[in-house]
């Protein structure tokens, strides 16, 4: 049979018996019936109709399926079954979904090096693109498709074909030192230049024997900075000292007083910006310790200690206009509109209260007694005790002694009056007498005695010149005497006449009181 082929094989009977072998002419190519029968063979026979020519023949035995036979190929997944595909012609459904044992659907062919995109909304199936990345990293759009930058689109011609080293608007060195720290060179900000500074791939950073390191723009020699042991790198007085271990998100805390050594602290803040106190520990406002029940498990947000603190009704609103001492701009010592009132340089606030005036409230000076009594000035107040001191607190007593056409005459006691209440409590501030009819010769002489208190109250008494009406006039003042000037209720006041000149008539007696 070499070379040649069945063109029909057909199955006519079963018989039983023995097996025969058809004899065929190895020449005759005539379609021919054959009956085959063995009783070791089922009743399972292969009709293969203009076939085409194989290399062999499959051998099936028992388990065999062949797609002759419809129930063994489904497009419904059924274990042990021939998969066909379904209505929509797709085998989807046989494939495994989830896992990470792939549910991805490629598409039937690609081209090589294309970005892959999704096809869809599925999160499943594959699509290939224009966009192509070679084997060393060149992206490749194709001419005449865009290219987006935020939204925006780019022609290809945007884009360019550029040369190596000059991508974007900022320019590299001609040569740079593996690991070294890029820096710009001059104010432009597109132009970068190389370094001394590098950082490996472990992290470390090294700079050059013998060049500078400044901190706050103070130069340390590289010697000062030093190869420290690990957890105490410190440039001299500026870095701290770390401690050998510390526990996760604790705060940290100066050892001692050198500004420089760290130790860790039992207060802890997570990532949420919750601060832990450990409990039993104390909790301090402004020294006074609080324990850990007083702090509480407050509600976020409403943390407050008010101990000390007066009661109120709420927080404090601030909006858009209100102003905080945090921002330094808003506190000022210069009187300035909507700012946060500070002291100045001599600790007041002078400048940021108006003067006072008969229509303002405001700052005001006090006047003097001096300026009290000159009664002139605008722009001070008074005081009560100014008042009383000035000579508009004076109380004015005048005595007649003699009658105007009645001779002087010397002696003690000549007339007396008893201090009223008004009076209590003041000094004697000033004293003066008046004649009717002048002396001719000698002076008239006049003393004041406080007769509850045994003292005479002139330590110079009141003189009147010859030839003079008023003691206004006198060569020689009268002058009181502090030690005895004070007065109270019920003190009698006496006039002695010491002298009584020549001629003299009435007599005539003016004393003020002021309180001290």
């Known amino acids: 049979m070499a070379n040649k082929k069945f063109t029909e094989l057909t199955v006519v009977n079963s018989l039983a018996g023995t097996s025969l072998i058809p004899a065929i002419d190895s020449m005759d190519t005539t379609p021919r019936s054959v009956a085959i029968s063995n009783t070791n063979l089922s009743a399972q026979f292969i009709l293969a109709t203009a076939k085409a020519a194989a290399s062999g023949i499959a051998s099936l035995d028992g388990s065999s399926l062949v797609v002759q036979n419809p129930a063994n190929a489904t497009a419904t997944p059924t ?14 459904s046989w494939i495994t979904a989830g896992g990470g044992t792939g549910d991805c659907i490629a598409p ?60 974007g608007d900022t320019t590299g060195a001609a040569s740079s030192t593996d690991n070294a720290i890029v820096r710009f060179d001059s104010t432009g900000g597109k132009t970068l230049q190389n370094s001394l ?17 400044k901190i706050n723009g103070t130069a340390l020699a590289y010697g000062d900075v030093g190869a420290q042991q690990a957890g105490s790198y410190q440039a001299a007085g500026n870095y701290a000292i770390s401690p050998t271990t510390s526990a996760d998100n604790v705060i ?37 310790a609080l324990s850990y029940t007083d702090v509480g ?17 709420g927080y404090a609103g601030l909006d858009a206009n209100s102003k905080v001492i945090k921002d330094p701009a808003n506190a000022t010592a210069t009187p300035t509109a909507s700012k946060i009132v500070i002291s100045d340089a001599g600790g007041k606030v002078d400048g940021w209260v108006s003067a006072a005036s008969d229509t303002v409230a405001g700052i005001a000076e006090i006047a003097t007694t001096a300026e009290t009594s000159a009664g002139s000035d605008t722009g001070r107040v008074v005081t009560p005790d100014g008042l009383a001191g000035s000579i508009f607190g004076t109380k004015n007593v005048s005595l007649i002694v003699i009658a105007d056409a009645t001779a002087v005459a010397t002696g003690d006691g000549q007339v007396t009056f008893v201090v009223p209440i008004e009076l209590n409590g003041m000094n004697l501030v000033s004293v003066g007498a008046h004649i009717t009819t002048t002396s001719s010769s000698g002076n008239p002489a006049i003393q004041i005695r406080n007769v509850t208190d045994s003292v005479d109250m002139l330590s110079t008494g009141i003189t009147i010149d010859a030839t003079e009406y008023d003691s206004k006039d006198a060569t020689t003042a009268a002058v009181i005497d502090t030690a005895h000037d004070d007065v109270a209720t019920g003190d009698v006041i006496a006039v002695d006449v010491d002298t009584a000149g020549t001629g003299t008539k009435g007599l005539q007696i003016r004393l003020g009181f002021r309180m001290p």
């Open 79 to 92: 274990a042990n079954k021939i998969p066909i595909a379904d209505g929509s012609g797709k085998l989807d």
């Open 108 to 167: 039937a062919s690609s081209t090589d090096n294309t970005i892959a995109r999704f096809n869809g909304t599925d999160n499943k199936t594959i699509q290939g693109s224009l966009i192509t990345i070679d084997d060393n990293g060149t992206i490749n759009i194709p001419s005449g498709q865009t290219y987006k930058i935020n939204g925006t689109a780019l022609s290809y011609t945007d884009v360019g074909a550029q040369v190596a080293g000059t991508y």
């Open 197 to 213: 500074v590098t950082i490996d791939d472990s992290g470390s950073v090294n700079i050059p024997s013998g060049q500078a390191y």
């Open 252 to 288: 940290p805390r100066f050892d001692g007083t050198d500004n420089k050594t760290l130790q860790v602290s039992l207060v802890t803040i997570d990532d949420n910006g919750t601060i832990n106190i450990p409990s039993s520990q104390s909790y301090k406002i402004n020294g006074t």
């Open 297 to 313: 498990a407050q509600v976020a947000g409403s943390y407050e200690v008010t101990a000390d603190r007066e009661a109120a009704s």
